[in-house]
């Protein structure tokens, strides 16, 4: 038994093995510590995010940060200050006898989580779901309903004076907050969750939004 041990011993190849501790080493202190031109470009991109909160806290227009995503072709937007998280389209349980906006409840954490059809609340068409369909959490001081969109782009920021008034009209556009040149609908994240219309089994924070034709 002895003399095998020693015999796989003396197959190890030990400075290769060292040499591969010592690169696996070199690769986490790297990941823990970055080098200095990463360091210094996180350093900048930190300065330049306070130099921005700075010309805001010093007077300058305002800017407001979006979650954007697209909806029947469509692309929309709402302030990610109303947005606790965005999730994956996985199992969400139909509600029989509900209005056909709402798509279902589903679970987030042991909590159970209205689900609705954001195509049929905003009056758009819906072709059904793929890969790429997410849920938009909703909410402000903690998660009151989730929203369907057909892919979420990115968090962008622009000037709060370049979404132009749209006044509410048909029930579609009830909780539009405006329109930007680029044809980006911004939502009004205030109205939406302020809808009694989509609290289920909870009260709202206000008044429905009145949806006057």
Same mark, same amino acid.
């Given at each position: 038994?002895?003399?095998?041990?020693?015999?796989?011993?003396?197959?190890?190849?030990?400075?290769?093995?060292?040499?591969?501790?010592?690169?696996?080493?070199?690769?986490?202190?790297?990941?823990?510590?970055? !080098?200095?031109?990463?360091?210094? !470009?996180?350093?900048?991109?930190?300065?330049?995010?306070?130099?921005?909160?700075?010309?805001?806290?010093?007077?300058?227009?305002?800017?407001?940060? &979006?979650?954007?995503?697209?909806?029947?072709?469509?692309?929309?937007?709402?302030?990610?200050?109303?947005?606790?998280?965005?999730?994956?389209?996985?199992?969400?349980?139909?509600?029989? @006898?509900?209005?056909?906006?709402?798509?279902?409840?589903?679970?987030?954490? @042991?909590?159970?989580?209205?689900?609705?059809?954001?195509?049929?609340?905003?009056?758009?068409?819906?072709?059904?779901?793929?890969?790429?369909?997410?849920?938009?959490? &909703?909410?402000?001081?903690?998660?009151?309903?989730?929203?369907?969109?057909?892919?979420?782009?990115?968090?962008?920021?622009?000037?709060?004076?370049?979404?132009?008034?749209?006044?509410?009209?048909?029930?579609?556009?009830?909780?539009?907050?405006?329109?930007?040149?680029?044809?980006?609908?911004?939502?009004? @994240?205030?109205?939406?969750?302020?809808?009694?219309?989509?609290?289920? @089994?909870?009260?709202?924070?206000?008044?429905?939004?009145?949806?006057?034709?």
């Amino acid at each position: 038994m002895t003399r095998t041990i020693r015999q796989k011993d003396k197959s190890i190849d030990w400075p290769s093995v060292r040499e591969q501790l010592a690169a696996a080493n070199r690769a986490t202190e790297e990941a823990l510590a970055p !080098s200095a031109s990463r360091a210094a !470009s996180i350093l900048e991109a930190r300065a330049r995010t306070l130099a921005k909160r700075e010309a805001t806290d010093s007077g300058d227009e305002a800017r407001l940060e &979006l979650v954007v995503f697209t909806l029947a072709r469509e692309h929309y937007a709402i302030e990610t200050r109303f947005v606790r998280e965005v999730l994956r389209l996985n199992s969400v349980a139909p509600v029989p @006898g509900a209005p056909d906006f709402l798509l279902g409840l589903t679970s987030l954490r @042991g909590e159970i989580l209205p689900v609705f059809d954001s195509r049929k609340l905003f009056g758009l068409a819906a072709k059904g779901l793929s890969d790429l369909s997410r849920l938009i959490v &909703l909410g402000e001081r903690e998660a009151a309903f989730a929203i369907l969109a057909d892919h979420v782009e990115d968090v962008a920021e622009i000037p709060a004076s370049a979404v132009e008034h749209s006044p509410h009209g048909e029930s579609a556009r009830a909780y539009l907050r405006g329109v930007t040149k680029s044809a980006l609908i911004v939502l009004d @994240g205030a109205l939406l969750l302020s809808d009694a219309a989509l609290f289920i @089994g909870r009260p709202a924070a206000a008044p429905a939004v009145s949806r006057s034709a």
